[in-house]
């Protein structure tokens, strides 16, 4: 039952982090520190990961009708393929009454913006998680933390003009270019989400634009990071106890309701004011970090 309430205590904490960017690996690592689930540490890396399809089931849901590309019944809607000289085949007329066209596109910018971080990862899984264990963990964490506060804080005094205000003017280069960025995030403590609403801001992005390309991101890139744990998971020999299922399910679904909730409060906010705070929050974590555990020793 203590394991079961770390548990729910986890996916609060994931929840909220995952989608502020606030880094959640790096908050999950530091509250790993004070409530340690009493299971094996094989069991502990992969939960931390695959905690996530919770949240990314937050993202599904809330933005079910700007991503979902088919319809099921005939519309006005943008024609996939265009009639010249005759008549248009099964497929091409298939296509124009059930398919929309401007999801699609946005589903190939989100795949093109996965690649780098996708390839990256695979190559350098062991050296990722090299970072997230040992003594020297807490303290990428915190210079991570501190550094991306310090360039919320100096990019949002820069007034950057707004380009892009909603995601069907984003150009597949730009699109590319925020999924390089994404990149950054491999560095515990630096935030997915953190990293890409930066790089989109600075490409003229509008905050509520960045936000909702960085949510959309996620979901390749969260759903194949947790495939590939609980693969390696297995593939390591280990299996999951009666407890570990229940630990691992009720986390997720905590993590799930949380980031309903954290989602919408952010869009909320960043409708009225900008992101410095979120850049003094991290600042006075990292700080923070750094003073505990030079005091733990």
């Given at each position: 039952?203590?394991?079961?309430?770390?548990?729910?205590?986890?996916?609060?904490?994931?929840?909220?982090?995952?989608?502020?960017?606030?880094?959640?690996?790096?908050h999950m690592i530091?509250?790993?520190?004070?409530?340690?689930?009493?299971?094996?540490?094989?069991?502990?890396?992969?939960?931390?990961?695959?905690?996530?399809?919770?949240a990314i089931l937050?993202?599904?849901?809330?933005?079910?009708?700007?991503?979902?590309?088919?319809?099921?019944?005939?519309?006005?809607?943008?024609?996939?393929?265009?009639?010249?000289?005759?008549?248009?085949?099964?497929?091409?007329?298939?296509?124009?009454?059930?398919?929309?066209?401007?999801?699609?596109?946005?589903?190939?910018?989100?795949?093109?913006?996965?690649?780098?971080?996708?390839?990256?990862?695979?190559?350098?899984?062991?050296?990722?998680?090299?970072?997230?264990?040992?003594?020297?963990?807490?303290?990428?964490?915190?210079?991570?933390?501190?550094?991306?506060?310090?360039?919320?804080?100096?990019?949002?005094?820069?007034?950057?003009?707004?380009?892009?205000?909603?995601?069907?003017?984003?150009?597949?280069?730009?699109?590319?270019?925020?999924?390089?960025?994404?990149?950054?995030?491999?560095?515990?403590?630096?935030?997915?989400?953190?990293?890409?609403?930066?790089?989109?801001?600075?490409?003229?992005?509008?905050?509520?634009?960045?936000?909702?390309?960085?949510?959309?991101?996620?979901?390749?890139?969260?759903?194949?990071?947790?495939?590939?744990?609980?693969?390696?998971?297995?593939?390591?020999?280990?299996?999951?106890?009666?407890?570990?299922?229940?630990?691992?399910?009720?986390?997720?679904?905590?993590?799930?309701?949380?980031?309903?909730?954290?989602?919408?409060?952010?869009?909320?906010?960043?409708?009225?004011?900008?992101?410095?705070?979120?850049?003094?929050?991290?600042?006075?974590?990292?700080?923070?970090?750094?003073?505990?555990?030079?005091?733990?020793?």
């Open positions: 039952m203590l394991d079961i309430l770390k548990s729910v205590i986890l996916g609060i904490i994931e929840g909220i982090t995952e989608w502020l960017p606030v880094s959640s690996t790096g530091l509250v790993d520190e004070l409530i340690n689930l009493n299971q094996p540490k094989e069991f502990k890396d992969m939960f931390l990961v695959v905690i996530q399809l919770g937050a993202v599904i849901i809330l933005f079910w009708n700007k991503l979902w590309p088919f319809h099921l019944k005939k519309t006005a809607v943008t024609p996939f393929f265009k009639e010249k000289g005759g008549k248009l085949g099964g497929f091409a007329v298939l296509c124009n009454n059930y398919v929309y066209v401007d999801r699609f596109i946005l589903w190939f910018k989100i795949l093109l913006a996965s690649i780098p971080a996708a390839i990256l990862g695979l190559l350098f899984d062991d050296q990722i998680d090299s970072m997230l264990t040992g003594d020297s963990r807490a303290y990428v964490v915190a210079a991570a933390l501190i550094v991306y506060g310090i360039l919320f804080i100096i990019i949002e005094s820069l007034h950057i003009k707004t380009k892009v205000d909603d995601l069907s003017a984003l150009t597949f280069r730009t699109a590319l270019i925020i999924g390089l960025i994404q990149c950054l995030a491999l560095v515990p403590g630096t935030s997915r989400s953190g990293s890409t609403i930066l790089g989109a801001i600075l490409l003229g992005l509008s905050r509520t634009a960045g936000a909702e390309f960085s949510f959309y991101l996620s979901v390749p890139a969260m759903v194949g990071g947790s495939g590939i744990k609980v693969l390696q998971y297995f593939a390591d020999g280990n299996t999951f106890s009666g407890e570990q299922i229940i630990i691992l399910l009720v986390g997720m679904a905590i993590a799930f309701i949380v980031s309903v909730l954290a989602i919408k409060f952010l869009l909320n906010f960043i409708r009225k004011h900008d992101f410095k705070a979120f850049g003094y929050y991290r600042i006075i974590l990292g700080i923070a970090v750094i003073a505990y555990f030079a005091i733990a020793g």
